[in-house]
């Protein structure tokens, strides 16, 4: 499926989106413009740096924003429908059967005090109303089942911080695809996991995406898990989308500097140490952000011209679905190869 | 080429929602968020005002009444007993005892102040040093000191006060000593905690390292870090002492006659209750006052001092 | 959560072993008990059949552990005013400032729950604000100085309840509202800061995004969260407010424990004021015991640790 986006009608399309939040000095912008469409049966990696904005940005498409963060322009259509302006009470017809979210850390994702069954059956009963009670506690435990949870019905009766935090989100993703959502939104899934669970978790989530056969936009600043469960990618650096095109596209040929900075620095852990690469310096706070490309401070290739400083670069997406948003970009790869030379590995370290 | 465009970019999808309309988000009904943008709200509210208007009159009463020239709060006119407030020479009337009543009400306020002060400022110091020698010994020490504190939790206080006080013989001293002692636990946790998280801190190693001594370290470091938070929380409390000092006086455990005292006035006040609600009215508006000022500051503290921010900023923590 | 329970067990034991000394020490403050009890006027001859009479001639040591021993037993002596075994004076009424004190916990716990989930699910930003200003400033005043306003307004100037004494239930009104409003204000500002804290969670926007309505997250989700950690506090307050109701027993000349307890410190009335004092300390600790047992009932991250 590694290829040009899929004809049809995407299932998530955002456009323009900006997120701001009240800060001390007026409104600041977290998510400044930011464009992408989820084709179906998709998997769309969501790669940024903390503060990137890639959290907030799946939040604003659930509604679910923190206090102090509002949707200011821009619009999220998911199936046909404008979710910037459906009111909450029509909202949360379409959330957790339509669009379900699994978040990154399942034990603060729970509710401590209350039993997984019935965690669980909330999520089965909401949007299947007509369900009696045993054929809910039927559901929930075939849900267990379909996440590969051994013993399911003692772990009904369990509270979260009786299971382990594997455990754990396997119940969250049995939650998250209780109706066959059309879309499912991972926020960093396997991060808050023991190394050694991540693996089946992983496993158990995409081996259920595709039986269901949801999109998923999978959220992460770990390059490796979008390589091997993503179809295409969207990097975002600084609320705003810096490449977006296929795996393939932007792994092999990175178009934009701070793309090509990940990679350097994180696909090189089998060469010698010395030679790892380290994007100079550190992504702005929010309020800091630098009036033209948000990267410039720190790019290696256009960082110090003037037209990087002054101007915000757009989004330019050649027919491949191949998208860049960069001055520069044809600089790029000029720029990977000098890299590479062991001699010249020395930068920013 | 497709121009997908971003931000301010023109001709392209962006003035679809330029003013969106939108449910807030359920996160936020109660609006914990700030309504209005931070920078806005740099005018004194309405709050502070009252609260500031309520503190200086209290302070005026105090500080200025014993300056007018009718000021005597100790000598008896028993020809001149009860007057109605806006009496001649009498602004706020006479008590039973034919004393003028603003004088009075004056004379109790600074010495209601000035004990609150004292109590605070021994509760502060006793605080001080269990939380220091707790946080930044840990160990059995730290259990030892917080488990007397929380010892106190679980005992009748009010009424070992009344005991202890009785026992002892009331007076202006063992009201301030036996209030000073039993007030500190909240200045000992706090400090405590500060004390426990700077102990890790790189500036405590650093002068660990160096060779510096343990009650060194407390004096030179962790004191300046710990002093301006318990400043903030001492303020506040003025207004409990005040209250147990009241309540205490009020059962004549306390401030002893002749000198007066807000809780003193109040109860014999109410044995006029019903021929002349004055004497409690005129005792009872300086109390709210001073209280009323207090509780003002400190709730518009806690509003603006305990609302979150940062870590929602990025939506993820 | 045996483990739990036998250091809260432990403590329990500790706090009235710690009360008896103390009440021991109360009477020895000033040095000499017989002193304390027989006034100035006391002749030597008298202190020193008083001492004999009451072991007060003893080593301090000895003295502490028969106090402590019948102490445990429940006995404190008997009543110098009144002749007769001092608990029995103090368990005789306990009962009118448990009536007092418990109406005036229960009023203010159900009123403070009430208006707490009224703002949570209608109410927005102003009546919040506005509750918990209205809280800030009632907590801000004594509740003598509010009782004695209470019977000025309600009992004076109205001439609608009783003001003094506890005849019938109508009498009852007055202190327990005025105890009462200032645990409705505590309750209440308890409560916002409880559910201040849950809103933020992950767990509660784990219960949104699976289309949950806003009343269900907060009687289902936020409620059993926001209360737990409030029952600590409620144990604690219930004690204290057993032990604190002699102002307002005196307020409004109320006959209960702590009324009998103020009257028998003036009158120097040794063995009723200790016998009082651990009576009240033992409830106290009674009480925090069920808080712990109820704790470790309701939390299942206590229970099963």
Known sequence: MHEAPPPGRPVLSVRDLVVVFDGPHGPLRAVDGVSFDVWPNEVLGIVGESGSGKSLTMLAVMGLLPPGARVESGSIEFRGRDMVALPWEQRRQVLGKEIAMIFQDPMTSMNPVMKIGRQLAEAIRLHARELSRAQVQARAAELLALVRIPDAQRRLTAYPHELSGGMRQRVMIAMAVAHDPALLIADEPTTALDVTIQAQVLRVLRRIRSQVGASMTLITHDLGLVAESADRVVVMYGGRVMETGTVEQVFAAPAHPYTAGLLASSLRVDGPLDEAYAIPGTPPQVDARPAGCVFSPRCPVGGHRDLCRADKPGLHTDEAGHGVACHYSGETSAWVELSRRPSDAAVGT | ?317 | MLSFLGRRLVRAVITVFGVLTIAFVIVRLNGSPAQLMLGPDATPENIVAFDRAYGFDRSIPEQLLTFVGNGLQGDFGESIRFGRPSVELVLDQLPSTLLLAGSAFLFGLLLAFVLTLVVELYGGRRLRNAVLWIGALVQAVPTFLLGVLAILVFAIWLKLLPALGADGPTSLILPAVTLGLFEVALYVRLFAVSFDEQRSLDYVRTAYSKGQSRRAVVLHHMLPNAALPLLTVAGINLGQLIGGTVVIETVFNWPGAGQLIYQAVSAKDYPVVQAGVVVIAALFVLINLVVDLLYAVLDPRVRLS
């Not at chain 2, 004194?44 to 609260?51: G, L, Q």
């Not at chain 2, 039993?182 to 650093?206: D, H, K, M, N, P």
């Not at chain 2, 003193?264 to 009323?292: C, H, K, S």
Request: aromatic residues 6%; hydrophobic residues 50%; glycine residues 10%.
């Open chain 2, 1 to 317: 080429m497709t121009r997908l465009s971003a931000g301010a970019a023109p001709g392209s999808s962006a003035g679809l929602h330029d003013t969106v309309a939108v449910d807030p988000s359920p996160l936020d009904v109660l609006g914990v968020a700030p309504a209005r943008p931070a920078g806005r709200r740099r005018l004194p509210t309405v709050s502070i005002v009252i609260a500031t208007a309520l503190l200086c009159s209290i302070v005026a009463l105090v500080v200025l009444a014993p300056l007018l020239p009718g000021y005597d709060p100790v000598t008896q006119h028993l020809d001149a007993s009860q007057l109605r407030p806006l009496s001649d020479g009498h602004l706020l009337g006479t008590d039973p005892l034919g004393r003028d009543e603003l004088s009075r009400v004056a004379l109790a306020g600074r010495v209601s102040i000035l004990i609150a002060l004292a109590v605070v400022a021994l509760n502060l110091v006793i605080g001080v040093v269990v939380g220091l020698t707790a946080g930044y010994f840990g160990g059995r020490a730290d259990y030892l000191l917080m488990g007397l504190a929380d010892l106190q939790l679980t005992i009748p206080v009010l009424l070992l006060l009344i005991a202890v006080i009785a026992a002892v013989g009331p007076s202006t001293t063992t009201l301030v000593v036996v209030l000073g002692v039993t007030f500190w636990v909240r200045y000992a946790r706090v400090t405590r905690v500060i004390a426990a998280s700077l102990r890790e801190r790189e500036f405590v190693l650093a002068a660990v390292t160096q060779g510096a001594t343990d009650r060194w370290i407390m004096v030179k470091h962790l004191l300046p870090t710990v002093i301006p938070q318990l400043i903030v929380m001492g303020t506040f409390d003025i207004g409990t002492i005040v209250i147990a000092e009241a309540s205490l006086s009020y059962l004549g455990l306390g401030v002893q006659a002749p000198t007066p005292s807000w809780g003193g006035m109040i109860a014999e006040g109410q044995r006029y209750l019903q021929t002349n609600p004055a004497l409690v009215l005129v005792p009872a508006a300086a109390v709210f006052a001073l209280l009323g000022g207090l509780a003002i500051l400190g709730q518009r503290f806690s509003a603006t001092y305990g609302r979150g921010g940062a870590d929602l900023v990025t939506g993820r923590r």
